[in-house]
Structures are given as structure tokens and as C-alpha cells.
């Protein structure tokens, strides 16, 4: 949490120091920065999370996948997020001879928010999100999982004893701080990475069974929770810069 909290104030600072080397700034040069900052829509950026595709690769127990998507308006974006995932997990044969458990558990989860653009565009003399980015933000996330597990435990006088546990359509909320980057590596492709602080879980009607992961949160036993996506964008222009 301090490394990210550092990152944020180094950016913050840069950007104050940036502002105030602005002096005498011709009308017409104010008026243009006025003109782009305004919320009007002008370019639409679209990607999935490259290490969730890898995850679900590696990962023979889970399948996992999401997808971001902001629209830069001046230097805001408003930005949105959607994933999925799914895990299976049981114990391995041989390994716990004595008790059996299966752990199944399948969400989906969402975010809403605005980022800033802090990265100013010396050429165009604006902070225009259309561009290359350094952000800072803060997001509404929730989620929706149904998860399942069971126990089996044999007794040589009661016989096996079976335990089961679940979740219906539970549903998680919290709130999420990210900065990140998104830099142009072709015409309107982009690589980006994102750096999460997410904290204020809240449960609603959860049963006694902990989730073992909540999507686009993690740790269902955690109540912060620290991370990093990566993504590569599509951008989708609607005016010229």
C-alpha cells in the first residue's frame, strides 16, 4: 500500500510543478485547453486483461477473463470494467486420505468510475486523454458469485460424514483506487497497466461460508486488497486531437 501511495505522490507533484512553470499563457492557447477539456467524447479505448488470458492458460483449476474499456472526454475517462471467473479445486487423491473437500465457485463482477489524466502533451499544450496517460482514479466495483463446498470425512462407526456449504448469487461490493498508465505502441494500439488499492468490502445475505476468491477482488477473507492488471487497448477515435 506505501508503493502505492508514493507512486500517486510523485505523480501528483510532478503535475503541480508542471502547472505552475505555465506563465504568460496566450488567450488562444487557454481557450483551446478549455475547449478539450470540456466533456465531450473523443475517443473510446477497449482491451482485455492480458494476465487473466495467461492465468486461465496456466492454470488447469480456473478460467478467468476481463475486459476494460474508458472514454476520454478532456482529460477525464470515464472508465468501466467487466469479468468472469470460475474455480474448481478439490483435494488430490492420495493426499488427504482421511477428508475429501471439492471447492466450486463461478462470478462475475463490475466497476465504474473516473480517471485523470496527469501526463500533460507538451506538443498540443493539453492534458487530453486521447493520448498517452498517467491516470489516477477511483471506481464502484461489485460482484455477484455462487460458490459450493464439501466435506466428506469416513468413520470406521458412523460411516462417512458429508458437510456441504454454499453461496447463491451473492453479491460483494467495494471501492477501488487505481493509477496506471496507457501508452501507444502502434496507430490506436495501446499497452497499459493498472495498479488497484481496494478496500470497504461489504457482503450482503452471505451465509457462514466464506468465498476462498471473489472475482476482480481476490481473498474473500481479506477486507484490503492490493494488485496490478495489464491490458492491451483498441482505441476507437471519434474527432482529431
Not at 501511495?5 to 499563457?25: D, G, K, P, R, Y
Not at 466450486?104 to 506538443?123: A, E, M, P
Amino acid at each position: 500500500m506505501k508503493y502505492f501511495f508514493s507512486i500517486f505522490l510523485c505523480l501528483s507533484l510532478s503535475h503541480v510543478w508542471a502547472q505552475e512553470q505555465q506563465t504568460n499563457v496566450p488567450a488562444d492557447t487557454v481557450e483551446r485547453e478549455k475547449m478539450q477539456s470540456t466533456l465531450i467524447p473523443a475517443a473510446l479505448r477497449v482491451g482485455p486483461a492480458v494476465n487473466s488470458l495467461i492465468q486461465t492458460v496456466i492454470d488447469d483449476e480456473g478460467t478467468y477473463y476481463g475486459l476494460q474499456a474508458d472514454l476520454a472526454m478532456g482529460r477525464f475517462m470515464l472508465s468501466a470494467e467487466y469479468g468472469h471467473a470460475e474455480l474448481n479445486r478439490q483435494s488430490e487423491a492420495g493426499v488427504a486420505e482421511n477428508e475429501a473437500f471439492q471447492y466450486r465457485s463461478s462470478g462475475d463482477y463490475y466497476k465504474l468510475g473516473i480517471d485523470v489524466n496527469l501526463l500533460k502533451d507538451k506538443q498540443k499544450n493539453t492534458y487530453d486523454a486521447i493520448g498517452d496517460v498517467i491516470y489516477f482514479g477511483l471506481k464502484y466495483a461489485f460482484s455477484n458469485i455462487d460458490d459450493q463446498v464439501s466435506f466428506s470425512t469416513p468413520d470406521n462407526f458412523w460411516g462417512a460424514t458429508a458437510i456441504t456449504q454454499s453461496n447463491e448469487n451473492l453479491s460483494v461490493s467495494w471501492v477501488e483506487m487505481n493509477a496506471g498508465v496507457k501508452v501507444a505502441l502502434f496507430k490506436n494500439i495501446f499497452l497499459g497497466y493498472t495498479m488497484r488499492y481496494r478496500f470497504g468490502q461489504r457482503y450482503i445475505d452471505r451465509s457462514s461460508l466464506v468465498p476462498y476468491r471473489i472475482p476482480g477482488f481476490g481473498s474473500g477473507e481479506d477486507e484490503v486488497n492490493f494488485g496490478f492488471d495489464y491490458y492491451i487497448y483498441y482505441r476507437i477515435p471519434f474527432r482529431k486531437r
